[in-house]
């Protein structure tokens, strides 16, 4: 279940955790993590983002704000911020809750010399149903019986450089997600890595992830604020 109608009102970045929205959480910890500078990108509830941020004391961080003036996806907003990205620069999803350590996911890319990193965790997703299955010409070779399927997760935590990332920006017009600008970096033969990330991740748009990280942070808030924090393996 989605948290309509909530975010009807809120953006899902000032969705509470607790004593703080998860936006605040996110840029406390990224701030004890190396990071001194933010660019946020926000949509058509900008002024309320910004103007709950800009009460926020000793938030550790220069931010400074960038609004699109329509949906650009989750890629869009790059290629007009360009010039206050540094050379190897981090997008990151402000709408969950995760004890990640960017600077480890940073690193990684650096040592990998990559396009694009993007910061991964293998989960298992039990699958409710038999799956059945089959060849070529729909003859049943085999079925299972609720199995569990192991996947690399996008946690939605990127590391970027712009020597490469630059020219699919300026290339393109219009929306542009995540994976539209990994597919045209694979494309053109560009390095794409995964950080394989040991860490809590919560997706708040998600109404059972929102409990669980309400719970989670109540329990112990230090590991998401940066106190300490999952590191790339």
Partial sequence: MRLRPHTDILPKPLTPIEDMPVIE????????QGVT????????????????????????????????????GTAGAL???????????????????????VGGIMNWHRDKRAALTLAVSRRDWPIPYGVVECDEADVVIGMREKPVATVDLNLGMYALSRRHVDPV????????????????LLASGQMVSAARIK????????????????????IDPDPFLGVRAGAAD
């Fill in 169 to 184: 920006l300026k290339a393109t017009q219009g929306r542009l997600d995540m994976p539209d600008l990994i597919a045209s």
């Fill in 199 to 218: 860490c809590r991740w919560f997706d708040i748009g998600r109404e059972s992830d929102l409990l669980a990280a309400r719970e989670a942070y109540a």
């Fill in 25 to 32: 959480v996110l840029l406390r910890r990224i701030a004890t």
């Fill in 79 to 101: 290629g007009d911020i360009a010039g206050l990205l540094e050379e190897d620069f981090l997008v990151l999803n402000a709408d969950v809750l995760t004890d990640a350590d």
């Fill in 37 to 72: 500078r933010a660019v946020i990108c926000t949509g058509s509830k900008a002024r309320l983002v910004r103007a709950y941020l800009k009460d926020v004391p000793n938030l550790g961080l220069d931010l400074t704000y960038h609004q699109d003036p329509e949906p650009r």
